[in-house]
């Protein structure tokens, strides 16, 4: 799988939209870009994925760059509650039954601030 | 809620002991992963099961083991315990051919 790179820690004002960017340049053509979050100690929580085109969801917006190598994880309105480590990740989408493992880098730790 | 339940919650035992930690995936998932996360480190992938063979394995010590059921529960069995296996151990499930996997909230093991 492609490694990540992403800032270490970012500070949010509630309320604002939250960018969380995340570099991986080495992506291949049939990875796809991953994005969980870690909220103290509890189990890490699938936020959303996509491949090349714009995805949104109810918890975010994932924007990747024509040329893949990067993207951005989008919050679009912060609260005190999305203050955790987000984490970006790259993987196959399998081409047979079971699902690959996901790698974990070390992420962002993301604060909200009143 | 994720649809994944690990137990027990917390664990403490002493070193040199054994201990089974138990996860049961959501419901129609065949795919089951195992992290152990120490204090202050990242997420550490160990083993993956697949419909009950080994799919996968990472950075798993030969102490630890772990096998998935005809029903699909996973157990991670860890021996000869030492002070450097304490950790919040995760179990994470995902339908075979779909690749979001859902994490439980994990068994906290203190060894001691």
């Known amino acids: 799988d492609a490694k990540t790179t992403q800032p270490t820690s970012m500070d949010c004002a509630e309320g604002r939209a939250a960018n969380l960017p995340c570099n991986h340049s080495t992506i291949s053509g049939n990875e796809y870009v991953y994005w969980y979050r870690q909220i103290h100690s509890q189990g890490p929580q699938y936020i959303i994925h996509g491949l090349k085109n714009n995805e949104t969801n109810e918890m975010a917006s994932l924007i990747i760059t024509e040329d893949r190598k990067s993207s951005t994880l989008i919050l679009p309105h912060a609260t005190l509650r999305d203050t955790a480590v987000y984490y970006c990740?790259?993987?196959?989408?399998?081409?047979?039954?079971?699902?690959?493992?996901?790698?974990f880098g070390q992420g962002t730790r993301l604060t909200i601030n009143p | 809620d994720s649809g994944v339940t690990q137990t027990p919650k917390h664990l403490i035992t002493a070193t040199g002991q054994r201990v089974t930690l138990r996860c049961s995936p959501r419901s129609g998932d065949l795919s089951v992963y195992w992290y152990q996360q120490s204090l202050d480190q990242g997420l550490q992938f160990l083993i993956q099961y697949y419909n009950g063979e080994e799919r996968a394995k990472g950075n798993i010590l030969e102490r630890f083991s772990a096998q998935q059921f005809p029903d699909l529960h996973s157990e991670l069995n860890l021996s000869s315990l030492e002070l450097g296996d304490s950790a919040l151990y995760f179990c994470?499930?995902?339908?075979?051919?779909?690749?979001?996997?859902?994490f439980g909230q994990g068994t906290r093991l203190t060894v001691v």
């Open positions: 990740i790259v993987r196959v989408l399998p081409n047979r039954m079971g699902a690959q493992k996901l790698v």
């Open positions: 994470a499930s995902s339908v075979g051919d779909h690749t979001e996997a859902f």
